[in-house]
């Protein structure tokens, strides 16, 4: 019976949502990166933010979760630039909400995406809860940033073919953005660059976009290229739930396609993250820095909490976070830390399902990390071209 249960579990959680709602990192991807932006800030912020760590990590996919219940919701997740323009949209599409809807409308922005919008929203609604020093509303507003930041990052966020479904591919999202980073996230680096405040945050947030839209290619034809001589029941696992039998890319093509891609998705995982504390810092300052350590009771992080800052910081630093069993994605929620505190986050998020069925359990002894995590893809190379008519904007190239 347990075993059935289990299996059941796993498989929803490898299922993935249906095919045509995208959502971007699933549970795994979102709160790790929430909590290695927590890293990435400086120390003025850093004792607020951790000691609501497992808060903001949880409620990182609240935005996804409420999708179902509020029409207006799914639109904030993506932008389909190809709609308006395959060869460069970037030169086409004004960067301002407002420009944006008088040369669109804003019944066409809805439908195709509102996603850099949502983010600078999302940016300005914690300036405000900053403002107001309301911790609840810093939390929520916080980790609202971090999702939708985060989706910038995920290729098939920016186009209309958003899961493989116009070019027989159907389950290339699921594949890339929940299967591949919970098959892999033991080998990839997390450690990363510190946040620093945005002279034009949305210029940023496009910027990203940019970057995603490059990898497009790259995502479709490394699939195209794994699935060359493979069978369906090879490539692909079926099961069969509520009566209907589900589709999803089998683990053995899951581990071709990652050679194939070559830590293009650890690439955009890991560089989430400092976007996402840019983000928070950038509304900080803009608020005009208010005390955090006022809002903490008590004021001051403790012994113990310092001390798990010190090791979580030294793990993040030496990319040991999944070996040393710190990621809270990977963690069963502790239900005497959850007595929430702040009482937005009750109700708001489901608790994540346990390790087990997440992901792996990690191993004691170190895994061997993967080089390419830290580099951009040789493999995955830009094919869009930038606002300026050129292609030269390199992946790695975030000049925020
Ligand atoms: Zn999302």
Redesign the pocket.
């Known amino acids: 019976m347990k075993k059935t249960l289990l299996s059941l579990g796993l498989l929803a959680g490898l299922l993935g949502p249906a095919a045509p709602a995208a959502?971007?990192?699933g549970v795994v991807g979102?709160r790790v990166i929430t909590q290695v932006a927590v890293y990435e800030l400086p120390t003025a912020m850093q004792a607020f933010y951790f000691r609501h760590l497992p808060e903001l990590a949880r409620l990182s996919t609240a935005?996804?979760e409420r999708r179902g219940q509020d029409p207006q919701e799914g639109s904030?997740?993506f932008i389909r630039l190809d709609h308006y323009s395959e060869d460069n949209p970037f030169a086409k599409i004004p960067r301002t909400y407002d420009e944006a809807v008088e040369k669109f409308s804003a019944d066409t922005l809805q439908k195709y995406g509102t996603l850099p919008w949502a983010v600078l929203d999302a940016k300005q609604q914690l300036v405000a809860a900053f403002r107001a020093r309301d911790t609840v509303a810093i939390i929520l507003r916080s980790a609202e940033l971090s999702?939708?930041a985060a989706?910038a990052f995920v290729p098939l966020?920016t186009t209309v073919n958003y899961d493989g479904q116009l070019t027989g591919q159907t389950g290339l999202l699921a594949l890339w953005e929940n299967q591949l980073p919970e098959r892999f996230l033991k080998d990839y680096k997390l450690d990363g660059e510190e946040s620093k405040v945005l002279k034009d945050p949305l210029a940023a947030i496009w910027l990203v976009l940019q970057n995603s839209y490059g990898f497009l290619t790259s995502t479709y034809d490394l699939e195209a290229k794994t699935s060359k001589g493979l069978k369906a029941q090879t490539k692909y696992t079926f099961s069969h739930r509520f009566g209907r039998t589900q589709r999803r890319y089998s683990d053995a093509f899951a581990d071709a396609y990652e050679k194939e891609v070559g830590g293009m998705v650890a690439f955009r995982l890991k560089g989430a993250s400092p976007l996402v504390a840019s983000l928070w810092l950038t509304a900080w300052q803009e608020a005009g820095r208010p005390d955090l350590a006022q809002l903490l009771v008590p004021p001051k992080l403790s012994k113990e909490e310092k001390d798990h800052l010190t090791t979580q910081l030294k793990a993040w630093k030496a990319n040991t976070l999944y070996q040393d069993q710190l990621l809270l994605a990977l963690q069963k929620e502790k239900k005497s830390v959850d007595a929430d505190e702040i009482k937005a986050a009750e109700g708001e998020a489901a608790p994540p399902p346990p390790p087990e069925l997440v992901a792996p359990a990690a191993p004691k002894q170190k895994a061997p990390l993967t080089p390419a995590a830290t580099a951009p893809p040789a493999k995955a190379k830009a094919k869009t071209k930038g606002p300026e008519g050129t292609n030269k904007q390199k992946a790695t190239d975030f000049t925020w």
Do not use: F, I, K, L
């Open positions: 959502r971007a990192w979102h935005p996804d904030r997740h999702h939708y989706d966020h």
